[in-house]
């Protein structure tokens, strides 16, 4: 078992920064790709961005590209989302999640990720 506990959400205002993170318990940190993915109100679950275990590899959703970076530092067994640039569509509730999985092809897949955190409620106003 692997548990996450997301932080560091809340209101901001567009054009604003917010670091998001995750912090994991349990199983070694280090054997899992961390994603994140958010729910905004009224819409399905979307991919964000994902890391692999080391940290050397990264991919992104097109819309977050150049605004929002992914990292991990190991030792802390933690995951983290740099949302730089944000904009009200931005809005939405941010989950992470952990899959001992990292492909080129399938890293957006939310059925690969095998354990979920409770999600950070990020809100951009206009």
């Known amino acids: 078992q692997v548990q996450l506990v997301e932080s560091g959400g809340g209101l901001v205002q567009a054009g604003g920064s917010l670091r998001l993170s995750c912090a994991a318990s349990?199983?070694?940190?280090?054997?899992?790709?961390m994603g994140w993915f958010r729910q905004a109100p009224g819409k399905e679950r979307e991919f964000v961005a994902v890391i692999n275990w080391s940290g050397n590899s990264t991919y992104y959703a097109d819309s977050v590209k150049g605004r929002l970076t992914i990292s991990r530092d190991n030792a802390e067994n933690t995951v983290y989302l740099q949302m730089n640039s944000l904009k009200p569509e931005d809005t939405a509730v941010y989950y992470c999640?952990?899959?001992?999985?990292?492909?080129?092809?399938?890293?957006?897949?939310?059925?690969?990720?095998?354990?979920w955190g409770q999600g950070t409620q990020v809100t951009v106003s206009s």
């Open positions: 349990g199983r070694t940190f280090s054997n899992y790709a």
């Open positions: 999640a952990a899959s001992p999985y990292f492909s080129g092809r399938y890293y957006d897949t939310q059925a690969l990720y095998d354990y």
